[in-house]
């Protein structure tokens, strides 16, 4: 199970919402081993302008901060490795690099 939590930076209300997970979408681009990947994904995200959350208490769209963090992982999990980057701008996809696998 992961807790995905936002908090308002107005007021500091916290919402958190669990949800039961059997996969993981990593970005692989710009990161050479799968811990850059979860370090990448775990990441606290800032939610700005067009992107703001609606906070409950202040009635209203305010920045905030959004963060996932693991709490029990499945019996199997998945990881979706995200190896290909489409350019608008040319309609092309890029196939992205391996990375290195530290086991």
Known sequence: ???LSCRCQQCGTESAQPSLFYELELNIAGHKT???CLEEFLKEEKL???DRYHCTVCKSKQDATRSIKLDVLPPV???AL????FDR????IHVL???QCVC
């Not at 995200?82 to 980057?85: A, D, E, G, L, T």
């Not at 701008?89 to 092309?92: A, D, N, T, V």
């Open 1 to 3: 199970m992961f807790v």
């Open 77 to 79: 999990l998945n990881l």
């Open 89 to 92: 701008s040319l309609f092309f």
């Open 82 to 85: 995200m190896r290909f980057v």
């Open 34 to 36: 799968l811990a850059d």
């Open 48 to 50: 700005e302008g067009a």
């Open 97 to 99: 690099c391996f990375l």
